[in-house]
Structure formats: C-alpha cells, structure tokens
C-alpha cells in the first residue's frame, strides 16, 4: 500500500505529531483545518472569518497534492454552537464547494483543539 504524508511549510500541525493530509491510493484525507494563520495563531473571534481560514488552509493543503476543493466528496464541520452558526455553515459551503455538493456530516461539539476556535473543518478528497 502506498501512503504518502503531504504538509506544506510551514506545517503548523508537525509539533502535535499530526499529518495535514495522508494520500492513500489515489485518496487525500485532510486534517481538521481551523482559523489559524501560518503561524498558528487564531485569526479572529468572528465564526465567519475562521471558517473561511479554514477553507482557505484546506485549499492550501489540497494545492500541494495537486488538488482542489472542487475533488472533495466527503466533508466533516464540526462547530461549537450550532443554534447560531447553522446559517453560516450553509454560507461558508455555498462559497467554497460547488454542485454536486460533497457529502458532509455537521456536527456540534463542546469544544476544539484551542478554546478560541468556533469551527473546524477535514475533507476527503479524489484523484480524477
């Protein structure tokens, strides 16, 4: 089996012994990206403006297998307030993902990896 780890640089995931992404037979499986900057530092207390980092760091990790959102089938959201952001979880996907929408599971959680961050977002991407 061929499995090749993908990371870009700065890897902001290497000191937490995490992979950005795992190719596995022409599959790419993207970590949790969240609102962070390069840096790895939360770049607002606004939901909207994290989830769109977050979208913006997973296109950055898809770039570097040569892939982009547009190969995503398989979407995981993870939020800590659902009742508030619902609506915004349904903005971010219609600026980020395209017809047919990938499958996706939304799910409320009681907290992330850092205190601060609201949204948190992993995708499965294909080859073509």
């Known amino acids: 089996m061929s499995i090749t780890r993908i990371s870009t640089t700065p890897d902001w995931y290497e ?3 995490i992979s950005q992404a795992i190719r596995a037979h022409g599959v790419v ?3 949790g990206q969240a609102g962070i900057d390069e840096n790895g530092r939360t770049v607002s207390d606004d939901f909207l403006a994290q989830g769109r980092q977050a979208f913006a760091n997973l296109q950055r990790v898809l770039a570097e297998t040569g892939l982009s959102l547009r190969d995503v089938v398989k979407v995981g959201i993870f939020v800590t307030d659902m009742a508030t952001n619902l609506d915004n979880v349904i903005k971010l996907r ?3 993902l395209t017809e047919p929408y990938p499958a996706d599971t939304l799910l409320e959680v009681s907290s992330l990896a850092q205190p ?4 948190e977002v992993e995708v499965t991407a294909v080859e073509r």
């Open 94 to 96: 219609r600026e980020f």
């Open 116 to 119: 601060d961050w609201q949204i």
């Open 15 to 17: 000191p937490y012994a």
């Open 29 to 31: 499986y993207v970590s």
